[in-house]
């Protein structure tokens, strides 16, 4: 390739995006590859904490709602984010005071046995147990809060403008690389960072393209006015419907519903929201992108929302958020996303050592 005008500015480009944003990267790919799994290893990291003796009957949904609304007065909604399983699992809610509000005392996590509604686990994320949910809050807005998912999405952009630039650096190589024609020479460290930076560039890029836009699609509504504005909720009454008739009825809306969580809001001018999965649809638009929508107050149901015949782009936001999360294909991409999530940082440090030995 020439050292052609056009070659020289896009090489400069990629290079110093590169350096500007590589620590973010790095943190947001480590991140990522972790949170793939991140319930299920908060639930193992917390095991002994979270795991309840089973002991008679659960108490009602509702019961267990109350306790949760009653510790945490000032919350403005609830999300229900894991339903218990087995028989020794516990409920988890997280609590928000501002849904708004994504820092790290923006909510606080709460687990309860349900057999007793004893309190289990409760708190922000800044306590102990709950790495993976400060891993999570790290992960989108470095524990910046609104400034942070601002400034998370402009990494997505920096992100895209360095793929750009390295496709089309990188062009006549492509090939080579799908042919499994070009190796990594470990002679030295900038022969192995180029092949690998190379290598691991090319085929990763659909994935890493995918996470990254996706990302930005997330985390877009840091980037609308409206986001930034002062807001004030107006407390809705205590008593209302049922929850645990909600939950029952999303499941009557939509025969064989799998719920994955439950929204229940404490302020006017929302409604209670049981998200999950219909049966029969792709593993590309499921994992919680249908939902039955309810009155708080009387229980009636508002909206249906099947994912299959929403509109074009609301299936493409929730394709490209099955593509970010690693759900597309079931649990196979799960575990690839696992180490897909790693390939940013293998970019971002491997283009370090290139530069660093230039």
Not at 84 to 104: N, Q, V
Not at 164 to 184: A, D, E, N, Q
């Given at each position: 390739m020439g050292n052609t005008p056009s070659r020289a500015v896009f090489f400069t480009l990629h290079?110093?995006?590169?350096?500007?944003?590589?620590?973010?990267?790095?943190?947001?790919?480590?991140?990522?590859?972790?949170?793939?799994?991140?319930?299920?290893?908060?639930?193992w990291w917390n095991h002994?904490?979270?795991?309840?003796?089973?002991?008679?009957?659960?108490?009602?949904?509702?019961?267990?709602?109350?306790?949760?609304?009653?510790?945490?007065?000032?919350?403005?909604?609830?999300i229900i984010l894991w339903f218990p399983t087995r028989p020794d699992d516990s409920y988890e809610f997280r609590l928000y005071f501002d849904k708004h509000d994504y820092g790290m005392d923006g909510s606080a996590v709460l687990n309860l046995d349900p057999y007793s509604g004893t309190v289990l686990r409760d708190g922000s994320h800044r306590d102990p147990s709950h790495v993976m949910q400060w891993l999570l809050t790290f992960h989108y807005s470095v524990h910046l809060g609104l400034i942070g998912v601002?400034?998370?999405?402009?990494?997505?952009?920096?992100?895209?403008?360095?793929?750009?630039?390295?496709?089309?650096?990188y062009r006549k190589h492509f090939l080579s690389v799908v042919l499994c024609r070009k190796r990594v020479h470990w002679a030295n460290w900038r022969t192995a960072a180029f092949g690998l930076h190379g290598i691991a560039g090319v085929w990763t890029l659909f994935f890493v393209a995918a996470i990254f836009f996706s990302g930005f699609l997330m985390n877009r509504t840091?980037?609308?006015?409206?986001?930034?504005?002062?807001?004030?909720?107006?407390?809705?009454?205590?008593?209302?419907?049922?929850?645990?008739?909600?939950l029952a009825q999303s499941r009557d809306v939509f025969p064989g519903f799998v719920v994955r969580s439950m929204y229940i809001p404490f302020v006017t001018g929302d409604t209670v929201r049981v998200s999950g999965d219909v049966p029969g649809t792709s593993p590309l638009l499921g994992f919680g992108a249908s939902a039955v929508a309810f009155d708080p107050l009387t229980g009636e149901?508002?909206?249906?929302?099947d994912?299959?015949?929403?509109?074009?782009?609301?299936?493409?936001?929730?394709?490209?958020?099955?593509?970010h999360i690693g759900t597309f294909a079931g649990e196979p991409s799960r575990l690839l996303y696992v180490f897909v999530g790693l390939a940013p940082a293998l970019m971002a440090m491997t283009g370090f050592v290139l530069w660093w030995k230039r």
């Amino acid at each position: 390739m020439g050292n052609t005008p056009s070659r020289a500015v896009f090489f400069t480009l990629h290079q110093w995006v590169g350096l500007v944003v590589g620590l973010f990267v790095i943190s947001a790919s480590l991140t990522g590859s972790a949170l793939v799994y991140w319930q299920e290893l908060d639930h193992w990291w917390n095991h002994d904490r979270l795991t309840v003796t089973p002991t008679g009957t659960p108490l009602p949904l509702d019961e267990l709602a109350r306790i949760a609304r009653t510790r945490h007065p000032d919350a403005t909604g609830m999300i229900i984010l894991w339903f218990p399983t087995r028989p020794d699992d516990s409920y988890e809610f997280r609590l928000y005071f501002d849904k708004h509000d994504y820092g790290m005392d923006g909510s606080a996590v709460l687990n309860l046995d349900p057999y007793s509604g004893t309190v289990l686990r409760d708190g922000s994320h800044r306590d102990p147990s709950h790495v993976m949910q400060w891993l999570l809050t790290f992960h989108y807005s470095v524990h910046l809060g609104l400034i942070g998912v601002l400034w998370m999405g402009l990494i997505t952009v920096a992100v895209g403008v360095s793929l750009v630039t390295g496709i089309w650096l990188y062009r006549k190589h492509f090939l080579s690389v799908v042919l499994c024609r070009k190796r990594v020479h470990w002679a030295n460290w900038r022969t192995a960072a180029f092949g690998l930076h190379g290598i691991a560039g090319v085929w990763t890029l659909f994935f890493v393209a995918a996470i990254f836009f996706s990302g930005f699609l997330m985390n877009r509504t840091a980037f609308d006015p409206e986001t930034w504005a002062t807001r004030t909720y107006q407390p809705a009454p205590a008593t209302g419907a049922s929850v645990g008739a909600m939950l029952a009825q999303s499941r009557d809306v939509f025969p064989g519903f799998v719920v994955r969580s439950m929204y229940i809001p404490f302020v006017t001018g929302d409604t209670v929201r049981v998200s999950g999965d219909v049966p029969g649809t792709s593993p590309l638009l499921g994992f919680g992108a249908s939902a039955v929508a309810f009155d708080p107050l009387t229980g009636e149901v508002v909206e249906r929302i099947d994912i299959n015949h929403q509109s074009m782009w609301t299936k493409f936001e929730t394709v490209a958020y099955a593509f970010h999360i690693g759900t597309f294909a079931g649990e196979p991409s799960r575990l690839l996303y696992v180490f897909v999530g790693l390939a940013p940082a293998l970019m971002a440090m491997t283009g370090f050592v290139l530069w660093w030995k230039r």
